[in-house]
């Protein structure tokens, strides 16, 4: 059974940084991708960052480019979202998701595995 447990959320003030880690057993990496994705309070669940596990492809939305990284351990099957200069906007519950490498796009459509989502808040 594949399960992504996500850990690292919490309070912060605009411009600290975060750091969110996202563990995944019963799936071995190499072929997927990991992504993380959002979800403010009334609103759609978006697409943050994605990595692809073998060759380390990133990719990311537009919105947090330049402020946000997603890396890869692979000898502790881990990715993680490094957050830096967080904004108010920035609040939201983040999940992790797996998706084999050939699903299509950064959907969340494309993405079979979830994990349980943490809670980021950003105060002004």
């Known amino acids: 059974q594949v399960q992504l447990v996500e850990s690292g959320g919490g309070l912060v003030q605009a411009g600290d940084s975060l750091r969110l880690s996202c563990t995944v057993s019963?799936?071995?990496?190499?072929?997927?991708?990991m992504g993380w994705f959002r979800q403010a309070p009334g609103k759609e669940r978006d697409f943050v960052a994605g990595?692809?596990?073998?060759?380390?492809?990133?990719y990311y939305a537009d919105s947090v480019k330049g402020r946000f990284t997603i890396s890869r351990d692979n000898a502790k099957n881990t990715v993680t979202l490094q957050m830096t200069s967080l904004k108010p906007e920035d609040t939201a519950v983040y999940y992790c998701?797996?998706?084999?490498?050939?699903?299509?796009?950064?959907?969340?459509?494309?993405?079979?595995?979830w994990g349980q989502g943490t809670q980021v808040t950003v105060s002004s």
């Open positions: 019963g799936r071995t990496l190499s072929g997927y991708a």
């Open positions: 998701a797996t998706k084999p490498r050939f699903s299509l796009g950064w959907g969340s459509q494309a993405f079979d595995y």
């Open positions: 990595v692809f596990w073998s060759s380390g492809g990133t």
